[in-house]
């Protein structure tokens, strides 16, 4: 099946298929010592059609998608993810499961027209359904409470988005808003 088909199925992610780079990423992020550190970035994410996934009643269609970031001027990547973006039409739900190989795992969701432009997805620890899950260090030292995405497409080769992923970090009483921001540009798909 070739991608315009995918993108039909895949209601507002159909947009997303492809590699994308942004070059002007910025990142707000526990320092060393637990303060603030900003880095700017660059990265590359890729998003690849999966298909139509049956759950019985429930049928989904879905991007395979995965990230590299790294500092700018520096060779090796300081994070990384993949995991897979799912369209629910009959729900109209988008979800974003993915993996970060410090031990954090989200599955994000909303509710999302099927043309939409512009959407946002939340997680927060606890939930069964849109919820968070991190190893037992993260779990006692960085514990990501809630996540939140909105993404915006611009255009058939740009979107960008911004991310809050909210900690409880021990030794301090308030919330830290780790966030990271990018807008991509299409460069192959």
């Not at 979800?95 to 432009?117: E, H």
Request: proline content about 4%; some cysteine.
């Amino acid at each position: 099946m070739e991608n315009s088909q995918f993108a039909k199925d895949l209601g507002p992610l159909g947009a997303l298929i492809g590699t994308w780079e942004g070059i002007k990423g910025d990142d707000i992020a526990p320092g060393d010592n637990r303060g603030v550190e900003n880095n700017k970035f660059r990265e590359k994410m890729t998003f690849i059609p999966i298909g139509r996934v049956d759950n019985h009643e429930q049928i989904l269609f879905g991007l395979r998608y995965s990230t590299v970031a790294w500092r700018l001027g520096v060779a090796d990547p300081f994070h990384e993810e993949v995991g897979y973006w799912l369209w629910d039409a009959a729900n109209q739900q988008v979800m974003r499961c993915f993996l970060v190989p410090r031990g954090v795992s989200v599955i994000a969701g909303g509710t999302v027209s099927p043309d939409a432009k512009a959407f946002r997805l939340a997680a927060e620890v606890g939930s069964s359904t849109y919820g968070i899950c991190s190893n037992k260090f993260l779990d006692a030292e960085f514990k990501t409470v809630r996540y939140e995405l909105d993404v915006t497409i611009h255009g058939p080769d740009s979107f960008s988005y911004a991310e809050d992923s909210q900690l409880l970090m021990k030794g301090r009483k308030d919330v830290f808003h780790h966030t990271d921001k990018n807008t991509m540009a299409r460069v192959l798909g």
